[in-house]
């Protein structure tokens, strides 16, 4: 069975091909939070939130195409470290939706729309 990444291969005779395609997502974990209580976020909103982010990565890059400067206060290395801060109220994550589903579910994340 192949292996999935979400960083592409630093390998010239590997080759990158795209499987699926999913919605990324902002997640917040503290319910104390000002924005947990809100089913919407605005652009000006996120942009005074702190955020914990990878170094790298499809969404890192997907951030950095589309020009949004985000309060960034922890870079991470790992999905798993990212989930971690956010369980621990450091900060609002970038997810793909698949990855936090199961928190989701569960109740102890909770993703806002972003509207403009």
């Known amino acids: ?12 005779e590997i080759i990158e091909e795209p499987i699926a ?13 000002a924005l947990a209580s809100k089913k ?9 939130v702190p955020f914990i982010m990878n170094t790298e990565g499809h969404i ?11 309060n960034v206060v ?8 990212i989930k971690t801060a956010v ?3 450091l900060g609002v994550g970038l997810f793909y939706r698949g990855s936090a589903e ?4 569960q109740g ?3 993703a806002p729309r972003c509207r403009g």
């Open 40 to 48: 919407d976020w605005t652009e000006s909103e996120l942009a005074k």
């Open 21 to 33: 395609s999913e919605e990324i997502i902002a997640v917040v974990v503290l319910l104390s939070h």
């Open 1 to 12: 069975m192949p292996s999935r990444t979400t960083i592409a291969p630093a390998h010239p």
């Open 108 to 110: 102890y994340f909770k």
């Open 102 to 105: 199961a928190g989701l579910r």
């Open 60 to 70: 890192t890059d997907k951030i950095k195409k589309l020009g949004l400067h985000l």
């Open 74 to 81: 922890m870079w991470c290395e790992s999905i798993d470290l």
């Open 87 to 89: 369980q621990a109220g």
